[in-house]
């Protein structure tokens, strides 16, 4: 089989409720980039958690690569702060790591000199990246990501989509992530899928983004709700007629 | 002073609920299940009648009853009722219920003060064996599925992504804090167990760096306390198992006095 994971006619519920994956068919290949976009509720977490096994399917099967070596980034932990755990500490959970190993991990994912880091106490950005460190430990032949820009401003999203690029590039993983943002993804995406319970379209960004389910779906942009906002003015003068949407905005300062 | 045999007994006894205690405290406290902790410890005073009423042994008694207890708290968790209220109904009236079925019980009157508040100074020679085998069975889960424990406290998708079973995990801790409760029962009493499992790791939380850390100072913090509580008990004829309590208490304030002193200067 040349497929790292392949899906056929998969269903997933839970209990009796309707089915929150309907015959979904999907094929992940070798170093392949896939992204899958999605509305709040679309099954987009289930559809990873179902392709990892973490969830059983009720219809259709899942089959994966013999020995696939896996490297799962989950969408946040849970952290106590009474549970006293330095950085070098996670990345050992379940798994025997030197000294030197951690220092290497963390090196690469631009988080050097954490290691005594109490987990807790990281920011968004760093716990991102330790997390993705520890999803490398295992030399996996697949990144999964679940949702990992959520609660990242524009630049670290960018950085984070940079620093995978950049992982990519040295171990020639494929990378599947979901992405909470309907209208940025990885610019280096191979393959973007777009679900809503079943898959609605797939292709490249730009074929996605022009395909008729994908604006059926997510409308024409955000239909004024959101704006890109352009900035022609520095900082430094006020413009109270003139208020601008630090949520949106889309430029570097 | 002479040191007599019912003392050595009690701290026997007291020495073995805070190695049983401890350690589990740690993931009740990391997985916020304190009143999941007292629910259980509750269910025991109804586990201490049946036992008398159908006259099995306490030990198995508390233990079955707080399994069942445990067991019927998860799966009610699962079926989306609020985890709060479901404690708070549950919790209370299985004590209530213990208390009520204890009243007809015929016969032999029963004092339930010492099951409610402990009595260690009466434990017998026969029941350290039951509570040994208690606390072995709890630090033998714990030094079995500490990792895999650890890790499905920080996150059941991490755990499920490496094969771990999250479920199973938490099946072994309602398993182990059915344990924790009956040895405890004796020796602090229904009403306190949830402090014997809360206060020892937040005291050694002050001072810990890793989650081993912790727990083996939880250990330590819960047996000094029994010991300061005993010693207290023997002196001022204080009860023994509100005195242990008040001594991890006592602990605590000052782990944290000291914390906040060594902290200061720090900065």
Not at chain 1, 32 to 43: D, H, K, R
Not at chain 1, 65 to 86: E, F, I
Not at chain 2, 39 to 64: K, R
Not at chain 2, 226 to 248: C, E, K, Q, R, Y
């Amino acid at each position: 089989m040349s497929a790292l994971i392949e899906a056929k006619g998969l269903s997933v519920a839970y209990g009796p409720a309707a089915p929150v994956l309907n015959h979904v068919n999907f094929t992940l290949h070798p170093g392949e980039i896939v992204t899958i976009v999605g509305p709040n509720g679309s099954g987009k977490s289930t559809l990873v958690r179902a392709l990892l096994g973490m969830v059983p399917a009720q219809q259709g099967n899942v089959s994966r690569a013999r020995g696939l070596r896996v490297g799962y980034v989950p969408q946040k932990l849970h952290l106590d702060p009474n549970l006293p755990l330095s950085v070098a500490r996670f990345l050992r959970l379940n798994r025997k790591l030197s000294g030197d190993e951690i220092a290497h991990l963390l090196s690469r994912t631009g988080a050097s000199g954490l290691e005594k880091r109490e987990m807790a106490t990281l920011s968004g950005g760093q716990l991102q990246r330790v997390m993705l460190a520890r999803a490398l430990a295992g030399d996996p032949q697949l990144l999964v990501l679940d949702e990992p820009t959520q609660g990242l401003d524009q630049p670290g999203t960018a950085a984070f989509y940079r620093l995978i690029e950049a992982v990519r590039q040295e171990i020639n993983c494929a990378v599947l992530s979901v992405s909470h943002d309907l209208h940025v993804v990885m610019s280096a995406s191979d393959r973007v899928v777009c679900l809503n319970g079943h898959v609605c379209c797939e292709g490249t960004p730009s074929v996605v983004s022009n395909a008729p389910e994908y604006r059926a779906l997510f409308g024409m942009g955000t239909q004024g709700a959101l704006a890109l906002y352009q900035h022609h003015h520095d900082h430094g003068t006020d413009h109270p007629d003139h208020p601008h949407d630090h949520e949106t905005c889309s430029h570097d300062h | 002073m002479i040191i007599d045999a019912f003392v050595l007994r009690a701290l026997a006894a007291g020495l073995m609920a805070a190695l049983a205690a401890a350690p589990l405290g740690c993931f009740v406290v990391w997985r916020r299940m304190a009143y999941f902790g007292d629910a259980t410890a509750h269910a025991a005073i109804l586990g201490v009648a049946l036992a008398l009423g159908f006259d099995v042994s306490i030990f198995v008694g508390t233990l079955a009853t707080a399994f069942a207890m445990a067991l019927f708290v998860s799966a009610l968790a699962g079926r989306g009722w609020a985890m709060d209220t479901t404690l708070g109904v549950l919790a209370h009236s299985a004590l209530a219920l213990g208390l009520v079925a204890a009243s007809f019980l015929s016969g032999v009157r029963v004092d339930l003060t010492a099951f409610l508040f402990g009595d260690i100074l009466t434990v017998r020679g026969s029941e350290l064996w039951g509570m040994a085998a208690g606390t072995l069975g709890v630090l033998a889960l714990m030094a079995w599925r500490w990792e895999a424990l650890l890790t499905a406290t920080i996150s059941e998708d991490l755990a499920l992504s490496l094969g771990l079973k999250p479920e199973r995990e938490r099946l072994i801790l309602t398993l182990a804090l059915a344990l924790a409760v009956a040895v405890s029962l004796k020796v602090v009493g229904a009403l306190l167990i949830g402090a014997l499992l809360v206060v020892p790791p937040a005291t050694a939380r002050v001072f810990a760096k890793a989650p081993e850390g912790m727990a083996l100072g939880a250990v330590i913090v819960a047996a000094l306390a029994v010991v300061m509580g005993l010693g207290a008990s023997l002196n001022w004829d204080t009860p023994a198992g509100p005195s242990i309590v008040v001594a991890a208490a006592g602990l605590f304030v000052a782990a944290l006095a000291a914390g906040a002193l060594r902290g200061g200067r720090q900065r």
